[in-house]
């Protein structure tokens, strides 16, 4: 199955500050979701972008499908943007559903 | 609308005891699946559901885990003698497959903790 990496590990910023996350894998992308684990452990979808570009306020995601990687841009962050953040794509090559893949999370703080 | 919901929240079992998870997916979604967050981890899959049929079982740690969904709405996940490596976040999700294109989406998940 698909392999995923998570760029950086951690990463502490101050409010304000912008912050671009990465995600690589190991194999041809597919189904790739960006999350948010906040504090109480919900996973709040961020973006489904299997490729391209979207945008959805101060965040936006770029997907480039053929070199197997997607980035995460947060601007002017605020401390509610604190947490963990997922990439995951289908663990499979395929049509039809499958599970996710998950990346270890890149832990984000946001300082006042 | 309404997300996905489990229950209990929080559940502390003491080692040997059986437990019983449940997911309600959001409502006309064929696919569920479930999922395992040990702390300080990604989500791992555990098994998946199209309908009432459980596709991919692959994920299951060991046969003391045991999932079922038999119709095809709310899926009880249960694990029989719990151990302590079993203490995790469980994860369901839920999507509306078109095609070979899906999103999941998730619920708050259940906090297991065995003593």
């Known amino acids: 199955g698909i392999q995923v990496e998570q760029s950086p590990p951690d990463l502490i910023l101050q409010e304000g500050a912008n912050s671009t996350l990465r995600c690589n894998f190991s194999?041809?992308?597919?189904?790739l979701q960006w999350f948010h684990q906040n504090p109480w452990g919900q996973l709040i979808n961020l973006f489904y972008i299997p490729s391209g570009t979207k945008q959805n306020g101060r965040l936006s995601a770029t997907t480039v499908a053929t070199e197997r990687y997607s980035l995460l841009y947060i601007s002017s962050s605020q401390t509610t943007d604190s947490g963990v953040y997922f990439c995951a794509d289908r663990m499979y090559s395929g049509g039809g559903a499958d599970g996710l893949t998950f990346g270890k999370g890149t832990h984000l703080i946001i300082q006042p | 609308g309404a997300g996905v919901s489990q229950s209990p929240r929080y559940k502390v079992a003491k080692r040997g005891q059986d437990v019983a998870l449940r997911c309600d997916p959001i409502s006309g979604h064929v696919s569920l699946f479930w999922y395992q967050q040990a702390l300080g981890q990604g989500p791992e899959f555990l098994t998946y559901f199209q309908n009432e049929a459980q596709l991919d079982k692959s994920g299951l740690p060991s046969d003391r885990f045991f999932a079922e969904r038999p119709e095809g709405s709310v899926s009880t996940l249960k694990i029989q003698r719990t151990q302590q490596e079993d203490s995790a976040v469980y994860l369901c999700?839920?999507?509306?497959?078109?095609?070979?294109?899906?999103?999941?989406?998730f619920g708050p998940g259940t906090r297991l903790t065995v003593t």
């Open positions: 999700a839920s999507s509306l497959v078109r095609g070979s294109a899906y999103e999941q989406y």
């Open positions: 194999d041809s992308v597919n189904n």
